[in-house]
């Protein structure tokens, strides 16, 4: 994104990126702001610092204090002339500015510029999106798409707590699958999983909307149940035991159940 004023301007960075890059222009903050705010693909910002309306300081403090961090974290570079300060300067630096670049520039500065911004936005960007998915990872159980046992340890005692402060009823459901180790040293892993995928199905096909179920062993699952009293817990446990007595599986031209 080119945010400048100078028509002349942005046509000469145009001309001078369009091999590298897709160059979108702004005339003005206001326009830039529109744009960062609105272009997930955007990558790097080279604005001016003296626009009409949002001037480049104020569009560099609008980006910073984004509390999105595809934007706050965009590298902006500032496009700088000789009439500007070394106080002009020190004053986008504190603002976050991630580079200037002084006019009149050279095509090979220009490029240089951009490809090393653009590259860094698409890692950090990579970065970020891998911690989400380990952060995802963390707290889900891949197998089953439950929660996992880091999840049902750091919710339970959230619910345990508003439970005790509001006198609310709380119940828990803990529930092992018998003869696992035996299903998975006769069947293999590939069976033992199917057979803990479906478990995993009927228990939450039978709780309710507001329950949490959670993986927290091998072949071990539990539900959190708030607002539930001993009376509707045994009901969705009894209803589960049924279930899963009733659910047949094949291996060739075997049958068995768990």
Known sequence: LVVEDSTPMRKAIRRLLSNDFEVVEADDGDTGWELVRDDPSIQVVFSDLMMPRMNGFMLLR?????????????????????????KMRRQAMALGATDFITKPFDSLQLRARAKAHAKFEHTQRRLQQATQALEQRSTIDPLTGL???????EH????????????????????????????????????????LVNISKIISGSVRREDTVARVGLSKFAVLMPGANEQVAREVASKIHDLNQKAGYRLGNTRFAM
Not at 147 to 153: H, L, P, V
Not at 156 to 175: D, M, T, Y
Not at 181 to 195: I, M, N, S, W, Y
């Open 62 to 86: 609008q980006i910073r204090e984004s509390i999105h961090s595809r934007i706050s974290e965009l590298p902006v570079i500032i496009i700088t002339g000789h009439e500007d300060d070394e």
């Open 147 to 153: 929660a996992n046992a880091n999840y049902f340890r």
């Open 156 to 195: 339970g005692p959230v619910l345990l707590s508003f439970a005790i402060r509001h006198g609310n009823e709380l119940s828990v459901l803990r529930i092992d699958v018998d003869q696992y180790d035996e299903l998975f040293r006769k069947r293999g892993r590939q069976v033992a999983d199917k057979v």
